[in-house]
């Protein structure tokens, strides 16, 4: 079975644009979550999909979107991008949403860097 | 605050020492307990998890983490440290409600010297 998959895994943009990176989660998985990793302030949650609906959100500004297919996959963006948002951002695939007992498999990751 | 707190950034082992990373956690009650390992350019991988029952939970690669209430700590443990054990280790919580929103430590990078 094929694991989580994100495209692009790399990226460059400029402050001001925007940005949309895709996550494919593992087939039969339904929700999607997404974090954003950065040296600074580690590994931090951004939100949650299921059923295409957002289940929970983390502390982000609106800049920060996603949304969910009825495939499953799932897209986040980034609009009016600024250098701190230059991260690792990473996508996990669970079966089930609102279960603490459901493991998360998580993607590669999609690199992004803001100049 | 809520919070989980690893309070090693860096360790460095030598290749077939034991290891002990440490991870504390402060909630009012038992949270869901996870340990992840990242390699570099790569994603997470689950370890192993605790949700209730034996405190001293077996994962993957050989690791082993023991559930301690009184301490609120889940140290995560290995006999013998292996050169591909070299990552960083992520020490994770779900709250009861909170659905799959992990909380992460800030993570301990291991070093092994052959």
């Known amino acids: 079975k094929a694991g989580v998959t994100q495209t692009p895994r790399y990226l460059i943009k400029t402050r001001g644009q925007q940005v949309t990176l895709s996550c494919s989660p593992i087939s039969g998985h339904r929700s999607v979550s997404w974090y954003q990793q950065t040296p600074g302030q580690g590994l931090q949650f951004l939100f949650e999909y299921f059923s295409e609906t957002q289940r929970n959100k983390g502390n982000f500004p609106g800049r920060f979107s996603g949304r969910q297919f009825s495939n499953s996959r799932s897209e986040m963006n980034v609009s009016t991008l600024e250098l701190g948002d230059s991260a690792l951002y990473l996508c996990a695939s669970s079966l089930r949403a609102g279960s603490y007992q459901e493991t998360q498999y998580f993607g590669p990751g999609t690199r992004l860097l803001v100049l | 605050a809520q919070s989980v707190t690893q309070p090693d950034i860096h360790i460095t082992v030598s290749e077939g020492a034991s290891l002990e990373l440490r991870c504390n956690y402060s909630y009012g009650a038992t949270p869901y307990l996870f340990w992840y390992v990242q390699s570099p350019g790569q994603g997470l991988q689950l370890l192993l998890k605790y949700f209730s029952g034996d405190t001293l939970v077996q994962g993957i690669k050989g690791f082993e983490a023991e559930f301690k209430r009184s301490q609120s700590s889940f140290n995560l443990r290995k006999p013998s440290v292996h050169w591909s054990d070299a990552a960083e280790y992520f020490c994770?919580?779900?709250?009861?409600?909170?659905?799959?929103?992990?909380?992460f430590g800030t993570g301990t990078q291991l070093k092994v010297e052959l």
């Open positions: 994770a919580v779900v709250l009861t409600g909170g659905g799959n929103k992990l909380t």
